[in-house]
């Protein structure tokens, strides 16, 4: 079964700070992966995604994730980050399976605050 | 569209008792996933569906819980009898499949006391 390492548990940066969250993942096989925002009180959104092509992958806000196989990884990245970043971000994984869907399986979450 | 419609918001029971949860996929959605959020596990694929049939429910924790998907537009996921580390907030999902990714709802938050 595949398993995903979300290294940084609480994250507290200043506004304008460049952001870099480490995410890991252990699947032998073909994989997607995601990144999701989940703001206080409210529900995940799909910050970006990642299938095949270019491995690095550009979503909203600002945010860009760079898939490398070979490291089993999908760091998301921000260059500048804002006060209204404040959220858990969640990594995630799903099984490759053709045209279908299978469950995502998540990381348990970077806690991120952004300090005015 | 609307997207994936869950309810209630909130609810509050006491231990024992029969709760359902309600679930309203994207319509065109053939994939509609349960999780299950806490502090301690974070978040949990309990079970998922396609096209109404129940693909993987090994995240089911035990026998007190099941879910079902009657038609393409609604699923129940129901704990009886609840018990306090019941407590948590409930995600469905639904995706088209492929490429598309998925869309979660908005979550129950269940409190058991």
């Known amino acids: 079964a595949q398993s995903v390492s979300q290294h940084n548990h609480h994250v507290i940066l200043s506004e304008a700070a460049s952001l870099e969250l480490g995410c890991n993942y252990s699947y032998g096989g073909t994989v997607n992966l995601f990144w999701y925002v989940q703001y206080p009180g409210q529900h995940l959104q799909l910050l970006l995604k990642y299938f095949s092509g270019d491995p690095l992958v550009k979503g909203i806000k600002g945010f860009e994730a760079e898939f490398i196989k070979s490291k089993f990884s999908f760091n998301l990245r921000k260059p500048s980050v804002q006060w209204s970043d404040t959220a858990e971000y969640f990594c995630a994984v799903a099984v490759y399976s053709g045209g279908g869907a299978d469950g995502l399986t998540f990381g348990k979450g970077t806690h991120l605050i952004i300090q005015p | 569209d609307a997207g994936v419609i869950q309810s209630p918001r909130h609810e509050v029971t006491e231990m024992g008792q029969e709760v359902t949860l309600r679930c309203k996929p994207i319509?065109?959605?053939?994939?509609l996933f349960w999780y299950r959020q806490t502090m301690m596990r974070g978040l949990e694929l309990l079970i998922y569906?396609?096209?109404?049939?129940?693909?993987?429910d090994s995240g089911m924790p035990e026998d007190r819980f099941s879910a079902k998907m009657p038609n393409a537009s609604f699923s129940t996921l129901k704990i009886q009898p609840s018990e306090p580390r019941d407590s948590a907030v409930y995600f469905c999902?639904?995706?088209?499949?492929?490429?598309?990714?998925?869309?979660f709802g908005s979550g129950t938050r269940l409190t058991v006391v």
């Open positions: 999902a639904s995706s088209p499949g492929g490429l598309a990714g998925y869309t």
């Open positions: 319509s065109g959605h053939d994939y």
């Open positions: 569906f396609n096209n109404n049939v129940p693909i993987d």
